[in-house]
């Protein structure tokens, strides 16, 4: 079966840092650019980051200079690290594979002001 999970999210203060995973099933991970997105309640699902299979990565503005995205292709996973929180950034964060458009349920990220 097919299987994104993510984790690591919850409270923060602003200016601070959460860092998420997400473990994937490695049938569908190596194939794959894995991506991440957030949605804020009333918001449109946004575009956050992507790596490659190797390892090349992408930003969305508002991420670049605070947000780091990585992969692990040993353990299937994908991480975003991310500092200097925003309350803007509160949302909640999804892990997606690119290619076949699968997606995880979702990690809570609040940032307080």
């Known amino acids: 079966q097919v299987q994104l999970v993510e984790s690591g999210g919850g409270l923060v203060q602003a200016g601070g840092s959460l860092r998420l995973s997400c473990v994937v099933t490695?049938?569908?991970?190596?194939?794959?650019?894995m991506a991440w997105y957030r949605q804020a309640p009333g918001r449109q699902r946004e575009w956050v980051a992507s790596?490659?299979?190797?390892?090349?990565?992408k930003y969305a503005d508002f991420a670049k200079g605070r947000f780091t995205a990585s992969r692990d292709n040993i353990k299937n996973t994908i991480s975003l690290q991310m500092n200097s929180l925003k309350p803007e950034d509160t949302g909640i964060y999804y892990c997606?594979?690119?290619?076949?458009?699968?997606w995880g349920q979702g990690t809570q990220v609040t940032v307080s002001s």
């Open positions: 997606k594979q690119e290619l076949g458009g699968y």
């Open positions: 490695r049938d569908i991970f190596i194939l794959s650019t």
């Open positions: 790596v490659t299979i190797d390892l090349k990565e």
